[in-house]
């Protein structure tokens, strides 16, 4: 009798991390078969905020993952941390979610096309802000004055009130 394999998907995020629509890419990939998840936080400069995230991140993916969601903490180098977690993970396929472009360090690096040269599938998530709200603005450029696409420590979305 033959086993499952299950597919091994990598996701690549760090800001956008428990975003709705890396969130619902989890839960469409997972409902097309079945599949393993784990999230590498990368450009981690702060080990302390990066378990934070990661944590954060993890319990909000779990139910569109349908299961556990292992975690990964990268280096400062996003490509390289990518690198290395597809050499030590035996993964099958990736999904990077990006800042919009107009912030995106992680896009002005060209990471998406160098990680498609590692030889996995990779699927993108790249929002497309038509118009923002000044909250939204702020956020995103404190987001893209921090030392890496998600870097940590950069501002908290300010709270929303009913």
């Known amino acids: 009798m033959e ?3 299950n597919t091994r ?3 690549v995020a760090n800001r956008t991390a428990s975003t709705p629509g890396l969130i619902d890419a989890v839960r469409r990939r ?3 078969s079945p599949c393993e998840f ?3 936080i990368p450009d981690v400069t702060n080990r302390q905020a990066a378990d934070w995230t990661l944590e954060s991140a993890k319990r909000l993916l779990r139910p569109a993952a349908r299961g556990r969601v292992e975690g ?3 280096g400062p180098d996003p490509f390289e941390s990518v690198k290395d977690a597809v050499q030590q993970g035996s993964f ?3 999904i990077i ?3 919009p472009r107009r912030v995106s360090k992680w896009l002005r690096r060209d990471l998406i096309r160098r990680v498609e040269g590692l030889g996995l599938p990779v699927t993108a998530i790249v929002p497309k802000v038509a118009r923002m709200s000044a909250e939204d603005s702020l956020l995103l450029a404190g987001a893209a004055g921090t030392g890496g696409d998600f870097g940590i420590g950069g501002p908290r979305p300010p709270e ?3």
Do not use: C, N, Y
């Open 30 to 32: 997972r409902e097309a």
């Open 3 to 5: 086993t499952q394999h």
């Open 38 to 40: 784990a999230l590498l």
């Open 72 to 74: 990964i903490v990268g």
């Open 160 to 162: 929303r009130r009913p």
């Open 92 to 94: 099958d396929e990736i």
């Open 97 to 99: 979610s990006t800042l």
């Open 9 to 11: 998907v990598l996701i």
